[in-house]
């Protein structure tokens, strides 16, 4: 948040002196959750200095319609403290994105100062590796590595508007940070999620079903065998197959269809293996409700490492207020914006199935 320019109450600034919500004591410092909260009600709330007050505390100007929050939304760690989780709208993200997450957690993120271009040099260097040469020998000539451009040029993201009643922000039994946090939160993150899955990369962020390998396609246009799965897994190089954060990826109706079959010495294809609860083929399983199911055409299973997809974000959200546009409704108005995008790193560290036509 920037400072006062003296030029008067600017969206995002500090309030200046003579701006009407200063006193001659400063209120008690106040909560990043309190502050937000009075400049969400302030518009239409009965005791608007008091909310004003409480935002100037809080550093947030109440008269701005757009305030940029949760740049970081971390829940705080042991060492920090304990498990401490914000309250109110804050809270509300983290908590979404703690469901709508398991992609971004696993992925590698390229936080930005801005929204301009941004694109990343990529490579696929598996198939060199060093030589023996003699111990006064000259070495022996080189292979460079092909470089290509994953573009990671942040979209907006929109959660669309939410409108809240006149009567439901009088309720005092009624949350609205709570609420607003959380649909706003749910509607930004699930899109995010959605577009690093299936997102076609043209005029919207690439998702792992695209930018990966076209490996395999499967004999019926409904199901996948065992043989299938084994063959797709067997084609991964082992330099990503070795790793955790290697997984299947499928939505639940797919973990369904594959849940009885079995290798040929007669073994389910998913079992326990150590502290995993379940594994296929000794890889863990995200389910993913974007996932594309097992229809004709389409790619219901990925198997890779999803720390070579790149997902690219701008600053915080945007929450923005609109406090006219539906008064003559007696209704109050809000939008969460997030800047972000996606795109496969390495398009061999993922394999994809795709169903017969």
């Keep these: 948040m920037s400072t006062y320019d003296g030029t008067g ?41 008091e909310l004003g007050r409480i935002c100037e505390a809080g550093g947030i100007d109440p008269r701005s319609n757009e305030i940029t929050i949760a740049r970081d939304l971390e829940t705080g760690t042991g060492s920090e403290g304990g498990y401490t989780v914000h309250a109110g709208v804050v809270g509300a993200l983290v908590r979404a994105r703690s469901t709508y997450g398991q992609i971004r957690e696993r992925a590698k993120l390229f936080p930005r100062p801005d929204g301009s271009s941004f694109k990343v040099p990529i490579s696929d260097d598996t198939a060199n590796f060093a030589t023996v040469v003699a111990e006064e020998g000259d070495s022996t000539g080189g292979t460079d590595p092909v470089f290509a451009e994953a573009d990671l040029t942040p979209y907006k993201l929109d959660s669309k508007i939410l409108k809240i009643s006149e009567e439901l922000m009088a309720d005092a039994q009624f949350n609205m940070e709570e609420y607003v946090g959380t649909i706003l939160g749910e509607r930004l993150w699930r899109a995010q999620e959605r577009y690093a899955l299936i997102g076609s990369g043209s005029g919207e962020p690439e998702g792992v079903t695209v930018g990966g390998t076209a490996a395999l396609t499967a004999a019926s246009a409904a199901a996948v065998t065992a043989k299938e799965l084994i063959e797709l897994a067997a084609g991964l190089d082992p330099m990503y197959r070795g790793s955790r954060r290697t997984t299947w990826l499928m939505n ?18 998913l ?87």
């Excluded at 200046?16 to 969400?40: D, F, L, N, Q």
């Excluded at 108005?333 to 995008?341: D, N």
């Design 9 to 49: 109450c600017g969206r995002g600034q500090f309030l200046p002196p003579g701006c009407g919500y200063h006193t001659r004591s400063r209120p008690p410092a106040v909560t990043e959750t309190e502050a937000i909260g009075a400049w969400m009600r302030f518009s239409r709330g009965k005791n608007t200095r």
């Design 252 to 269: 639940n109706s797919t973990l369904a269809a594959i849940q009885n079959l079995v290798a040929g010495d007669g073994h389910p294809l």
């Design 271 to 357: 079992r326990p293996l150590a502290d995993r609860p379940r594994t296929l083929l000794g890889h863990d399983l995200i389910i993913l409700g974007d996932m594309p199911g097992m229809t004709a055409g389409l790619k219901p299973i990925v198997l890779g490492n999803v720390e070579h997809l790149g997902i690219s974000e701008v600053g915080g959200i945007s929450l923005q207020r609109f406090d006219e546009l539906y008064r003559e409704t007696g209704q109050l108005g809000f939008r969460a914006v997030l800047r972000t995008s996606s795109a496969v790193l390495v398009p061999s560290a993922f394999r994809v199935l795709t169903m017969h036509a």
